[in-house]
């Protein structure tokens, strides 16, 4: 008779624990602790930080203003990022570093479907919703593309989608012949800034649906299970049945269509596009989103609310950083000092020294006794 291996995972609950300790093993531990600090700080510092009025925008319009909207609306491409480089992550244990060159891939197919080719527009040469899909079909080729080399030709992920990385703003100014598409057509900037009679951000609500799509698929199917399945034992896993080159690629496609929402939602913002500067570096505050979430970037278990929370974070702390004049050259600076710091904290051999700390004295004091 065969003995049941325990889970590793599996800790028994003790009535005697603290709850403080309780609350440090949990995985939104992390986030949850930075975004209060950042909350406490800006209470102490500038308790108008937190003051949301109304103002007319551009046009004449009432709509919400302040630093909180500022938050909601401006992590709205990255929280939609985490979500599918959470899941890529899980599968493969690594990450898609080209999510920003294909961002402007995205936008740069879009902008083209409705300039029509003309380097500006005053309105749109073709139905937004058929522009939009079709730039989701071509992001969700490349991702496919980064799938295939990870999942069939077994590259590393990083390096597999270093390709995408270096050739993904030149294909994207490749698409528009070098050109700088403007669109004027105010329907066209919607989606990136407010709809009519809606004070709201709109990419807040289109931030919102996403999360609410993925909820419904992570609740009533098992693409959760299947990803974190393969991400934790790949041989295990098709010895079960699944197929974890299918859900390495799925997840990778996945990613593609989140990288294309993302982009369409960044050049709604302007109705323009710069190739160099579009999405810059958004790449590492995605995976960044998703270590802060708690989330082992070795792959594997995963929180995608975790992430979603960690994107908020990140936002949150550079509009705190841009509040208080810190010039944009030094921005990331900063924001990799906090990050590492909450990510170091993070980790369980980090988490085990300060426990063993703790428990020393308390040790010494009994043997004294």
Known sequence: MTTPVKNPETRV???????????????????VAALALLVLFN????????????KENSLGNPVLSGN?????????????LAIGMTLVTASSGGQDISVGATMAIAGSVI?????????????????????????IAVTALFGAF?????????IQPMVATLIMYTAGRSI????NNNQLPIINDLTFKYAGTFLP???????????VLVILVFWLVLKFTTLGLYTQAVGINANSSRLNGLDPKLIKLLTYVILGVCVAV??????????????????????MDAILAVALGGNALSGGKFNIYGSILGAYVIQFLTTTLYKYEVPSTALPAYKAVVVILLVVLSAPVVREKLSSMKKAPAKAAKEVS
């Open 13 to 31: 609950k003790r009535p005697d624990e603290p709850l403080f300790k309780r609350l440090t093993r949990q995985q939104l531990f992390i986030p």
């Open 43 to 54: 209470l102490i510092a500038d308790p108008s930080f937190f003051a949301v009025s109304v």
């Open 68 to 80: 909180i909207i500022s938050v909601l609306d401006n992590a709205s491409e990255l929280v939609i």
């Open 111 to 135: 902008l083209r479907l409705v300039c029509g080719g003309q380097v500006t527009a005053d309105t749109m040469q073709m139905n937004l919703v058929l522009a939009v899909i079709i730039g």
């Open 146 to 154: 980064n799938g295939t080399l990870v999942a069939y030709f077994k």
């Open 172 to 175: 994207a100014a490749w698409i």
């Open 197 to 207: 009679g809606i004070p709201v951000p709109t990419p807040i609500f289109i931030t």
């Open 262 to 283: 993302a982009g369409f939602i960044r050049v709604s913002r302007s109705g323009s596009i710069n190739y160099s500067r579009i999405a810059e570096n958004i790449e």
